[in-house]
């Protein structure tokens, strides 16, 4: 990468921390904002890393979300747990609700818990992975902002709607993936049009209704599901699990909300865990996992063939030695909010409402 900056993940999280609390969030949201950004820069998912640090002060700034509000939690059911996020950031009402989740899918055998309130505009997989590790088998869904058209439409509707599911492993990371129900993610193409890189084709159209492969014609346009109707189905699917479902925003509702345009959405999660061993008679849990196993192994025999996740778990290991390399125009900006610059940033690449500003 030209003219970038190299960071160690403890670099990342140091400087991420120091920052958020610079510009006004609480030791607990500036601790768990810290934790998901650095899990994504560690494993090189960088739309999901330091990319996001201007979303999460802009919204701050702007007013559409508290950087103090403590997450609350109540019961709904004996399986069915609910924390309020109180238009806080979803890391810290996660770190909040995984305690309870893990006690109740093990006692239960399933369990839910649904986050309202919550600003995400995070990766999901560090959710399930987190479910994983503690033997559990999970999946996650979030809506967002309405980007995506659905299948034959011109109009952003949906939110891109990513979903995540786990798997546990014996001895081994846990399988993980985390998908959105759109072609390509929203950073993605925030972060080609940083770089001057062209989208791929069948991602995005145009203002115009056309497909386009200019990034700001995309993100004045609408995003495209993947697989056509097959994507609109599932990104329709999550749209009722984490708003209607859990009494949460629509996509659509969530950006009428966002009334400054910063680009980070206020709406519901919804995660489900299941203890595997709940679910055969006898509880026999490594036999469980070793035919889990036996399909793994049937994948890879396969030549070109991979396990999701296990690109991040590759870089997980590199990174922990070699660190990052951040783009210098971002490593400035970010040493700036440590300085404590209380500004929105104006970087056309690092958010919606940037565009929108240049179009009016």
């Known amino acids: 990468m030209n003219d970038a900056i190299r960071m160690t993940i403890d ?46 002060v802009n919204s701050l700034l702007a007013g559409h979300a508290s950087g103090t509000a403590e997450p609350t939690i109540s019961d709904l059911a004996p399986g069915v747990i609910r924390i309020d996020a109180k238009r806080g950031f979803s890391p810290l009402a996660l770190e909040r609700g995984y305690a309870p989740l893990i006690e109740r899918a093990k006692s239960q055998g399933v369990a839910v818990l649904a ?3 919550a600003l995400s505009v995070s990766a999901l997989w560090p959710e399930t992975e987190r479910l994983a590790e503690e033997g559990l088998c999970s999946f996650a869904f979030v809506s967002a902002a309405p980007y995506v058209a659905p299948a034959g439409g011109t109009k952003p509707l949906f939110g891109t709607n990513p979903m995540a599911f786990s798997w546990p492993r014996p001895g081994k990371y846990p399988l993980v993936f985390d998908q959105a129900a759109s072609a390509s993610a929203r950073g993605e193409i925030q972060i080609r049009l940083r770089d001057g890189k062209p989208l791929e084709e069948g991602w995005a ?92 192994s049937a994948i890879l025999e396969q030549e070109g063939t991979r396990l999701p996740s296990d690109r991040r778990y590759q870089a997980r290991e590199r990174t922990a030695e070699e660190g990052v390399m951040v783009p210098r125009s971002l490593y400035e900006n970010l040493q700036s909010l440590k300085s404590g610059v209380k500004k929105i940033n104006l970087q056309a690449y690092e958010g919606d409402h940037v565009l929108a500003k240049q179009s009016a």
Do not use: W
């Open 205 to 296: 159209i145009g203002p115009d209704g056309k497909p386009t492969t200019d990034p700001r014609e995309a993100l004045a346009g609408a995003q495209l599901p993947f697989g056509g109707v097959k994507g609109s189905s599932i990104a329709l699917m999550v749209e009722l699990l984490a708003g209607p479902l859990v009494g949460d925003k629509l996509s659509f509702e969530s950006g009428e909300d966002d009334k400054a345009g910063t680009g980070a959405p206020c709406g519901g999660e919804l995660i489900i865990a299941i203890d595997p061993a709940r679910c055969v008679e006898g509880g026999d849990r490594a036999a469980q996992l070793a035919h889990g196993e036996l399909l793994f």
């Open 11 to 56: 670099e990342v999280f140091d400087t991420t921390k120091e920052l958020l609390l610079v510009q006004g969030f609480s030791e607990n949201h500036a601790n768990a904002i810290a934790n998901t950004v650095t899990a994504a820069e560690r494993d090189e998912c960088r739309h999901h890393g330091l990319f996001r640090i201007s979303f999460y």
């Open 115 to 117: 986050i309202n309130n």
